[in-house]
């Protein structure tokens, strides 16, 4: 059952919560799994959807109508541009983006294509952001799998300076299995339209990310925040400390319901360690 059905998650204005993982490699650049083996193994971690980003191709992009028919799981079709000084995820059906152009470029194409730009894995060493932008794209990768000490607020200091009004996502960048982190590890929750059938919904997930209505959690069953409408839906959360850029409050209770406020807000254990993330 996906983690969304299990979890019991209210549904709003016709949209429901669904849970994925952003950011994934096959055969067809350097991870080890087919894409079928790769939108099987999504699957069987509870998640709804999952986005195939090989690094500098869309070779992958003919297989994804049919394997997410026969798998049972929404596929969005990715790339990601790679370059020495930084990578991004273009979601959608656009066609190969070059990445020997300027970023400004990728992001026109991504625009007109009617797809989404999202900025990858900002601080990672040798992959860290490093391109200047005329405008910089309002998507991000902030919780990406090798933040592994969750008390490091670097990636939230930058996401502060990027662009007041940030949509966060993550990115488990899945490999191979030797990695030991399946897809959904952080897990990305998108409010997005639902399309029934799974070959076609790759669209809602993307409009879902494009107008803000994400969060992120560190696996499908990990402590979840969400921004539902005018409230927050804290799940799993007792004990943790619900932290916004003006106030604090602890959790008390396995489902919590409050008043939203404005911004991003975050859960964090008493050692400030980030457990979860809403936009």
Avoid at 57 to 77: D, K, M, R, Y
Avoid at 89 to 95: E, P
Avoid at 143 to 168: C, E, K, N
């Amino acid at each position: 059952m996906p983690a969304s059905a299990r979890r019991d998650l209210p549904e709003l204005d016709g949209l429901r919560w669904r849970a994925g993982e952003l950011h994934a490699h096959t055969v067809h650049s350097d991870g080890s799994l087919t894409v079928t083996e790769l939108a099987l193994l999504a699957r069987s971690e509870g998640l709804d959807f999952l986005a195939v980003t090989d690094h500098n191709t869309v070779s992958h992009h003919a297989e994804l109508p049919a394997v997410a028919s026969a798998a049972g799981i929404t596929l969005i079709p990715g790339q990601e541009v790679t370059t020495d000084l930084g990578h991004a995820n273009a979601f959608g059906d656009l066609g190969w983006i070059d990445f020997r152009e300027h970023p400004d470029a990728w992001a026109r194409a991504v625009r007109d294509g009617g797809g989404l730009l999202s900025v990858n894995h900002p601080l990672a060493a040798d992959c860290a952001w490093r391109h200047p932008f005329t405008e910089r794209p309002r998507t991000a990768e902030i919780w990406h799998s090798g933040w592994w000490d969750r008390t490091w607020g670097a990636p939230l200091s930058w996401a502060q300076a990027w662009r007041d009004d940030l949509v966060f996502v993550g990115g488990g960048d899945y490999h191979r299995p030797e990695e030991n982190h399946p897809p959904g590890s952080p897990c990305t929750w998108v409010l997005a339209a639902d399309h029934g059938d799974p070959a076609g919904g790759g669209s809602a997930i993307v409009e879902g990310v494009r107008a803000g209505r994400t969060a992120v959690s560190s696996g499908p069953s990990g402590p979840l925040l969400l921004r539902h409408g005018d409230e927050f839906l804290v799940l799993g959360g007792d004990g943790l400390v619900l932290w916004g850029s003006e106030h604090r409050s602890v959790i008390r209770g396995d489902r919590v319901t409050l008043p939203a406020r404005r911004g991003p807000h975050r859960l964090e254990t008493t050692r400030n360690e980030v457990m979860a993330l809403c936009t």
